[in-house]
């Protein structure tokens, strides 16, 4: 019998060293075109699918006496210990994102989350390859930083942009926003752990950036017109009342933003989800808890409370007046299509390679 497309199935491990060697890593713009690409077929209804979190507890990993007397040093940081499975389709493919995570894997010089992408062709469900996503995944979260500016942010004068995180996702953050948007942006401070790490994030920034980095001041928030939250904080990262009275904020991390905050923007001005179901059964960040704390249900309440989705069909919610907060728990099809135009550019650069 011969063998179809379909049939054909030699599954590869592409490591982030075999897709850099063979020059397949998605530049920015590459990797933005994707995003865009994902969107409309997210709106449209052509590409779909959900989220799994196992959290576990962390009562559990300090009980081991091998790590126990390091426990002071996460006083004001969760470990984040989950398995995470985002699974999507769309139009050719299939996609499974598997993620281990835990803050203490810096502590052994790994990094605190690792993702690991199955990509599939669609009819068969036959798994083509198999990618290191660490990198991608970063990045695709990196991404919702430029679409919030466009939607949510003013034209009338440059935006000042504060961002708080130093790790993988800011580092995402910083690329999209000056590939898409510095010519936009004003000020751009960064706040991290101390002055020192904000400057070794700076320091370490390696590819061509336009925009005005520098470590963030007292006087950052009250200044800033888009405040982007990436950290594993334990708790409120900001005092609303240093804020601008209508500023934009993009949350991407965990329970970092103050209820006082959240209970302003819900009397006066918008909230946005980039899916208020997923964000409502993950229940792990700040407007998710808000309801769930009082017993109730985010993805029932939101809706009669006006709040916004950015995958129903058309276009991101117009602003109005009043301040903004957007949450993003990340989106499984945005990590399917940056796997798929890997693996396409991959299969590319190969196919020129054996010629």
Avoid at 275 to 302: C, K, M, P, Y
Avoid at 322 to 331: A, E, K
Wanted: charge should be neutral.
């Amino acid at each position: 019998m011969k063998e179809t497309h379909f049939q054909s199935t030699h599954a590869q491990f592409l490591s982030a060293a075999a897709l850099r060697d063979a020059g397949a890593e998605l530049d920015t713009g590459e990797m933005l075109a994707a995003m865009d690409n994902a969107w409309l077929d997210i709106r449209s209804g052509k590409a779909f699918g959900t989220k799994a979190v196992l959290s576990l507890p962390e009562e559990d990993f300090w009980r081991d006496s091998t790590v126990a007397h390091r426990r002071r040093e996460f006083l004001d940081e969760r470990l984040g210990w989950k398995l995470s499975c985002l699974y999507s389709v769309n139009e050719r493919y299939g996609g499974v994102k598997i993620i281990g995570a835990n803050s203490f894997n810096r502590q052994l010089g790994l990094p605190r989350s690792t993702s690991t992408i199955v990509l599939m062709e669609k009819k068969t469900l036959r798994v083509l390859t198999i990618m290191d996503g660490t990198s991608i995944s970063a990045r695709r979260t990196g991404s919702y930083a430029t679409m919030v500016l466009d939607a949510f942010c003013g034209q009338d004068k440059p935006v000042s942009v504060l961002l708080f995180g130093t790790g993988p996702t800011a580092r995402a953050v910083v690329e999209c926003l000056n590939y898409r948007c510095a010519e936009r942006i004003g000020k751009f401070a960064i706040q991290g752990r101390s002055i020192g790490r904000a400057q070794q994030f700076i320091d370490a920034i390696d590819f061509p950036n336009s925009l005005n980095l520098e470590p963030a001041e007292d006087t950052s928030l009250s200044e800033s017109d888009f405040i982007i939250t990436a950290t594993n904080a334990r708790a409120p990262i900001f005092n609303q009342d240093e804020m601008a009275r209508d500023a934009v904020s993009l949350h991407l991390g965990g329970d970092e933003i103050p209820e006082s905050y959240l209970q302003r923007v819900l009397r006066t001005g918008m909230v946005v989800c980039d899916d208020l179901r997923t964000v409502s059964h993950r229940n792990s960040q700040s407007i998710a808890l808000h309801f769930s704390r009082r017993g109730l249900s985010l993805e029932e309440v939101g809706p009669l409370l006006g709040l916004h989705d950015l995958t129903m069909i058309g276009a991101p919610p117009v602003r109005r007046e009043g301040p903004v907060c957007v949450t993003c728990v990340g989106l499984p099809m945005l990590d399917l299509y940056a796997a798929q135009a890997t693996y396409e550019k991959y299969c590319r650069r190969s196919a020129l390679d054996r010629r």
